[in-house]
């Protein structure tokens, strides 16, 4: 999709040392672990985040926005390749030598760094920590963050890549990673606001381990309970970070010419965390709705409508092939992406809806949704398939396999019909604690 002359003129007239014909700028942000009941944006006030909620005010929010996986690091893979990450065998977390984004697989960034963007991740990585796995070696210019979780304070295996490509832990205890990624990521923006650049920023907060700085936790004094008080810091903290990424972006004059991405990489693990998933059921790490459905919003001025709702089922595989069709850039039909370009149906041209059917598989459990009924086996209801209509139940409370028995037998057909397209785990279950 090209942007029109308006769009661009505007962005000119702001800031007059940019090409008439600049590439949209693409940032990516990622929450880890936030729940789909979390944010102003969501219905939840008591944690302001007026900063991410205006995503919401001035672009996008899917109401039923999908990961095509229930945990970090699938759900980051999906993300990167536009496909299923169960096509490659990438189902679980992990650890060690073989553990890795395939190398069969092109990421977004290196479709970017292609189309001559400047290319750039800042966070929590997650995709494999060997050399050849990490950011640098697949298509960003840059790395700043950790290559898997750790804590916020004197974080393990971070990398700076601009110092050097050795992992290392930070020693200063002032560094508070929430607060320096969106430092990081304001320094990428303006050293690169003279050329298109694609920002991936997954910062490693809503996840445990639980820690924030004084000046968050006195903000949020009034939150009796002491684990959802930090928590609330933490939020307040990303939601500041975010808000210096959005400033920087208007500041050089790219507000109506970058597209900005906001979701979780995966339901809230209430237990651990206090994550809110309401009014969904289940958690992290279950194929219900609580696991798989998240925040999701995006935003482009001027292209966009502004505050706009949108209810038809997304997943996050689509921001691949939608980014690509933004700045101009395609894929072999041979790759067989299974993300959609959801620019005609945000813009009004395609009434339909951009998908009919999803699917999930995590070990043991899994689920098809078609239409608006979803079939799920998931570790809290047993191994017996459960169906529910979600237009009806949300919370998936009513199991209506008993009365609906060919509407199971349909959807079981077509989820082993896919299942059979999928490749087997790389690496197994056992392996997956990898947080």
Known sequence: MRISSLVLLSAVVASPVFAA????????????????????????????????????????????????????????AGLMTGRYPTRFG??????????????????????????????????????????????????????????????????????????????REVKDPAFYTTEQYGNRAVDFIERNKTKPFFLYLPFNAQHAPLEATPKYMERVKGITDEKRRIFAAM????????????????????????????????????????????PLRGYKMTTLEGGTRVPFMVQWKGTLPAGQTYANPIIQLDILPTVLAAVGGKVDPAVKLDGVNLLPYLTGKDKGKPHETLYWKYGNQWAIRQGDWKLVVSSLDGPDPKLFNL???????????????????????????????????????SEKKGT
């Open 21 to 76: 014909d600049r590439k949209p700028n693409v940032i990516i942000i990622l929450a880890d672990d936030l729940g789909y009941g979390e944010l102003g944006a969501q219905g939840n006030k008591e944690i302001p985040t007026p900063h991410t909620d205006s995503l919401a005010k001035n672009g996008v929010r899917f109401t039923t926005g999908y990961v095509a996986a229930t945990y970090c690091s699938p759900s980051r």
């Open 90 to 167: 990438h189902e679980f977390n992990g650890r060690g030598p073989n553990f890795g984004l395939s190398m069969t697989e092109t990421t977004m960034a290196d479709r970017m760094k292609a189309l001559g963007y400047a290319t750039a991740a800042v966070g929590k990585w997650h995709l494999g920590d060997q050399p050849h796995n990490r950011p640098t070696k697949r298509g960003f210019d840059e790395f700043f963050g950790t290559l898997a979780n750790t804590p916020f304070f004197h974080p393990q295996q971070f990398v700076d890549s601009r110092i050097s490509d050795d992992v």
């Open 235 to 278: 939020m307040m903290a990303m939601d500041d970070a975010i808000g210096r990424v959005l400033g920087k972006v208007k500041e050089i004059g790219q507000e109506q010419n970058t597209i900005v991405w906001y979701f979780s990489d995966n339901g809230g693990p209430t237990k651990s965390t206090t994550s809110k998933n309401g």
């Open 391 to 429: 237009a009806k139940d949300i919370g998936e409370a009513n199991d209506k396999a008993a009365a609906e028995p060919e509407k199971v037998k349909q959807l079981t057909a077509a989820w082993n019909t896919w299942a059979a397209e999928q490749k087997p785990a790389t690496w197994g279950a």
